[in-house]
């Protein structure tokens, strides 16, 4: 591993290399805040692949790419005068110090719920910080991680159920309400109490210390495994899917299941 005077050359090289790109590159020169965001959202989403898949290598090049998106935001905010890379780290340094009291204060907190207590706190009592508990749910996540952070941050003022095993309650009343809706053919209704079904789900979840989205994620690479095996047997064969039967593909459906435990 690097020493800290070789981390920051690294760093000051960077720095110099995106300097020497929007002086001199056509397509740097014409960025602003608002053209590279879609790209730092595709760039994001694709270090959050590369964690899914452990990908060591893959997640130090996405790494870099989305650290290279956070320079180049704060190179455009130095050429504005409003801000620039030192401002951001030391703002980031000064809002960690100040929300760890525990370790750079006197104040106690040896577990990991009494730290996310007291840092919700804190962020209500800083200037600028958030006006409610709420308000620092980023309006525009995932509906599914929206409601994951929605829950967690009432939990940390207390906010939750006293006994999470009380939570399966809720997700089956949800679950009877949704049905009695799906069976009067009602598709507004319907949607509501979806809903709450997935909200009540994602807060069990949360509860058992699981999260939804990670869950949700591996299912969703576990069903594309299976269907491109049923899709490749298909091919093989020289069986379009459209030809198959349901009960050819659950059949393959199982030998892929079959597979995947073979290959764990």
């Known amino acids: 591993m690097h020493t800290k005077e070789e981390k920051l050359e690294a760093f000051g090289r960077l720095l110099d290399v995106l300097d020497t790109l929007r002086e001199k590159c056509p397509w740097d020169k014409k960025q602003t805040n608002e053209s590279l965001r879609p790209n730092t959202i595709e760039e994001v989403f694709e270090l959050c692949d590369a964690l899914m898949k452990d990908d060591k290598k893959n997640i130090c090049k996405e790494l870099g790419d989305v650290f290279m998106h956070v320079c180049f935001y704060a190179l455009i905010g130095s050429e504005t005068r409003d801000f620039d890379i ?59 991680i929206k409601a994951y952070r929605i829950q967690d941050k009432a939990r940390n003022v207390g906010f939750d159920w006293q006994d999470k095993g009380d939570v399966w309650a809720k997700v089956r009343e949800e679950l009877s309400e949704l049905e009695a809706e799906l069976r009067k053919d009602d598709n507004e209704a319907s949607e509501k109490e979806l809903g709450d079904f997935l909200f009540s789900v994602i807060n069990a979840a949360r509860l058992y210390h699981l999260n939804p989205d990670t869950a949700l994620e591996h299912t969703n690479q576990k069903f594309i495994w299976r269907f491109n095996y049923i899709e490749n047997h298909s091919i093989k064969v020289g069986k379009p899917l459209t030809e198959m039967t349901l009960a050819e593909m659950d059949e393959l459906w199982n030998e892929a299941k079959k597979e995947e435990k073979t290959n764990k």
């Open 86 to 144: 030192a401002d951001v780290c030391n703002m980031q340094a000064d809002k960690l110090i100040f929300r760890h009291p525990h370790v750079y204060g006197n104040v106690k907190a040896d577990t990991v719920d009494k730290v996310l207590e007291n840092w919700e706190q804190i962020k209500l009592k800083e200037k600028d910080g958030n006006k409610s508990v709420l308000s620092g749910v980023p309006a525009a996540l995932p509906s599914l």
